[in-house]
């Protein structure tokens, strides 16, 4: 069961859990209920969580723990404050409404749809990765410099580890500028295996971090 954040409330109670923002945080807690309080039901026998109940619980705990990781990756980079949203959704919602679809108690289950990035500028046109041990060889094309295709912008790298869904990384500073039309670059092995799948989500950066493109993905 996915769990969608709702942009139009404060406070919210699903299968026995109260969602609510506390500064800015999505925060939960059990509902205010007598039987859920003590665990009962009326007729004093145990109050059992259906399946659906523990499965919703399980991915909302999950994706609390991703986006903590995730939002500590781009500290310093305004990906979800400058992404479009309603008024009342912080970053922290925007992240949780377009990447919950991609997700389930065990971390990311569609990579593909995973979104490390959002924004209005042009993806890396026609890219290519090529993977040799744990360094990457990353080929695109950039036939114009227009508003949202500059020379400059920077190229910024996310990844996953196969055995680490629920732990979104980002490299380092800028690895290169769309006008150069290739980078090189090595990800960290982590003591894994060099025959360990990586899910990997190129996207630009503008150099006053004002706008970035939506991530786009491959695995190497």
């Given amino acids: 069961m996915e769990i969608l954040l709702s942009s139009q409330r404060k406070k919210w109670s699903m299968n026995g859990i109260t969602y609510y923002y506390k500064s800015g945080k999505l925060c939960q807690c059990k509902s205010r209920n007598a039987r859920l309080v003590t665990g009962k039901k009326k007729d004093g026998t145990l109050l059992v969580p259906t399946p659906e109940q523990v ?30 949203g309603t008024v009342e959704q912080n970053r922290w919602a925007k992240f949780h409404r377009a990447n919950a679809p991609a997700c389930d108690e065990r971390g990311v289950v569609d990579f593909p749809s995973f979104e490390f990035s959002v924004g209005k500028l042009f993806q890396p046109m026609n890219a290519r990765v090529i993977r040799k041990g744990w360094t990457l060889i990353v080929t695109w094309e950039n036939r114009e ?10 190229l910024r790298v996310g990844y996953f580890y196969d055995s680490y869904p629920k732990a979104p990384k980002l490299l380092p500073g800028v690895v290169a500028k769309r006008g150069d039309c290739r980078a090189e670059f090595t990800i960290p092995d982590a003591g894994l295996p060099v025959m360990e799948g990586v899910h990997v989500y190129l996207f ?11 991530s786009k993905y491959f695995r190497v």
């Fill in 55 to 84: 499965k919703a619980r399980a991915v909302f705990k999950m994706m609390f723990y991703l986006k903590g990781f995730y939002f500590r990756q781009i500290e310093e980079i305004p990906i979800w404050d400058v992404a479009s």
């Fill in 145 to 154: 410099n227009r508003e949202l295709s500059r020379m400059s912008d920077g």
């Fill in 204 to 214: 630009f950066m503008r150099k006053d971090k004002g706008a970035f493109s939506s």
